[in-house]
Every structure is written in structure tokens, then in C-alpha cells.
């Protein structure tokens, strides 16, 4: 199933977006969830993670700026990204994951993201 992303726009260094994925598929209440963005020419990057019990984690250069969240009744999962900067300018994605030790990685194919721009 691929999930698709939505929310994204064009703010100034210092403003917020929130932004949102549908993911439909029966399992998702046991799904765990990430989200990852892409800057031109480079990989997915994974920014945060959400298990099924609603556990989080997140990467250094969020953590403490970006929060995930998930709702299981409507299935999506939110990322509320504040203080952003130009750096944070990229195409962002969400998709199911699997744990292996500390790490998650990408379980599904990759669907729509979602641009975000960040002007100085």
C-alpha cells in the first residue's frame, strides 16, 4: 500500500506546517510509521517513527522542532514541524516501517510526497 502525503507549502525560517498521510490499509492501527523526506539527488531520509503502541523517535535534526503523531481511527499520521529553516527545504514522505535493533526501514513502496519550501 502506498501512502500519501499531503500538507506541504512554501513558509519563511522560523514558521510551521503540518502535515499529514493517509495510509488505508486495513492493518494499520499495528503498522509501525515513519516519516522521511528527499533532497534532489539524494536518499530518503528518515526524520521520525512511530510504533504501534505509539512510541516515538526521532532524528537529531528534528528532535525537539518536529513531532509525529498518529491517529488510528482516522489512519494518518501527522508531522508537526516547527521552527523551520532552508535546510528543511525538501520532498517529504511517510511509509509503514520495520524495526531491526534501534533502526527502521522502509517496508512499503514509496507513494506521493509532499514539497515543503523554506524561504530565508
Known amino acids: 500500500v502506498q501512502l500519501q502525503a499531503s500538507g506541504g507549502g512554501f513558509v519563511q525560517t522560523g514558521e510551521s506546517l503540518t502535515l499529514s498521510c493517509v495510509a488505508p490499509g486495513s492493518t494499520f492501527s499495528s503498522d509501525d510509521l515513519a516519516w522521511y523526506r528527499r533532497v534532489s539527488g539524494k536518499s530518503h531520509a528518515i526524520l521520525a517513527a512511530?510504533?504501534?503502541?505509539?512510541?516515538?523517535k526521532y532524528t537529531d535534526t528534528v528532535k525537539g522542532r518536529f513531532t509525529i503523531s498518529r491517529d488510528n481511527a482516522k489512519k494518518t499520521v501527522d508531522l508537526q514541524m516547527n521552527n523551520l529553516t532552508p535546510e528543511d527545504t525538501a520532498v517529504y514522505y511517510c511509509?509503514?516501517?520495520?524495526?531491526?535493533?534501534?533502526?527502521?526501514?522502509?517496508?512499503?513502496?514509496w507513494g506521493r510526497g509532499t514539497q515543503v519550501t523554506v524561504s530565508s
Open positions: 512511530i510504533s504501534s503502541n505509539g512510541s516515538t
Open positions: 511509509n509503514t516501517v520495520f524495526r531491526l535493533g534501534s533502526n527502521y526501514y522502509p517496508r512499503g513502496s
